[in-house]
């Protein structure tokens, strides 16, 4: 058993300002490929105005996300943020903020060690531009004890 | 010193449809019983229905959290999802992404690393069925150098 | 290579109730400090009432996030919480929830690896008293492979 460490990157480019995209067979492909067994994978977006979160496979409730996040942070409020800047997008700052930015996943037996219905998503609040993910992998190359046996996939 | 993985979970299935559980003994349990003395746990539920945060420890509190999870995300406000699903929990699903949905906690002396008056809860928001949480702990199986011994506690 | 880790504390006394404070550069330090080259950090505040989070270096989107969080959660609503408590801090605390409380960032080459704009604040929501941070860092002193290499600094 060895220990090990691995930075690898998503890139987006969206064509719409908003959009949620299921990245997890992507992150599945990247964990796979390092060789970690068994670990952490840190699922990091170097923006504010982006966030990975995890939810249901069921494609429109991330519209229903995006609209919940659109009344909780309206675009039309009034932001100290906008005086400053042209981009005009405090309200995407503030929406990828409250829906967490990153998130950190388990790894077992080399794959994402999530339940049956989690679906990892990427979600733009202010796109049509490039934008990357970090993704960081830590753990070890094989199995590393009792622990990986037991059962697991909720719904 | 050995680095060490430890993979456990929790189960749950409550009586209401929402429901707020202190978890912070079972968790500490399951830390004693990993050997890991110095590391990070995640607490991960395999659910998007679900979350685990950590707030303080005077039990009305988490009343007034979920009060606040259903004013921010109305139970009676119309979501797609719910179009698609019998089960009508589009609700449930965004209040869980907006508690946080996983923590990471610190490991230290082969305990959680927690302020004087911090508490790790699950949050139950579409309960009365069988719920699991993922415990991956990831660490090493003693003190690991210089920084352990510093004091810590707040409150 | 060895495995590293360390626990470190940030202090706060602010003067105000709420306040954002900077504190990139103090974390930086910390981790240039602990040797570690490549891993991850647990920025974990000790406390319920103040919370890490990333976001714009822009210091006017601090104030809009502080203002975005008290129009979700009004200090002038009614919590069980504040029954119970002299200090009338419900609010507080369910603000520092929805911000995120804690953070998990990478660490690459020795440093924080984030996005050129990305910056990390220590978020106050019920001051005037002294605050604790805990600083967990884990991961290797040396550089541990090819992943190591690949360019970054999103904007």
């Known amino acids: ?14 064509a719409e300002l908003e959009e949620a995209i299921d990245i ?17 994978v840190l699922v990091f977006p170097l923006h504010t105005t982006s966030a990975v979160y995890v939810s ?5 409730l991330a519209i229903d ?26 309200a995407a700052h503030i929406r990828a903020h409250l829906a967490g930015h990153h998130v950190v996943l388990p790894i077992t ?6 339940g049956t219905f989690q679906t990892v998503y990427y979600l ?16 070890t190359d094989e199995a590393s004890g009792p622990g990986e046996g037991a059962g697991g996939g909720g719904t």
């Open 109 to 114: 037996k080399g794959s994402l060690d999530l």
């Open 1 to 14: 058993m060895a220990f090990v460490m691995r930075r690898e990157f998503l890139h987006f480019s969206t």
């Open 24 to 40: 997890t067979a992507r992150l599945n492909g990247i964990v796979t490929a390092s060789g970690v067994r068994d670990g952490l």
């Open 56 to 60: 249901d496979c069921e494609p429109s």
């Open 65 to 90: 996300t995006r609209a919940a996040l659109a009344r909780l942070v309206p675009g039309t409020a009034s932001y100290l943020h906008d005086a400053h800047e042209v981009k005009q997008n405090a």
């Open 124 to 139: 733009e609040l202010d796109g049509r531009r490039d934008k990357e993910v970090l993704v960081k992998i830590m753990g």
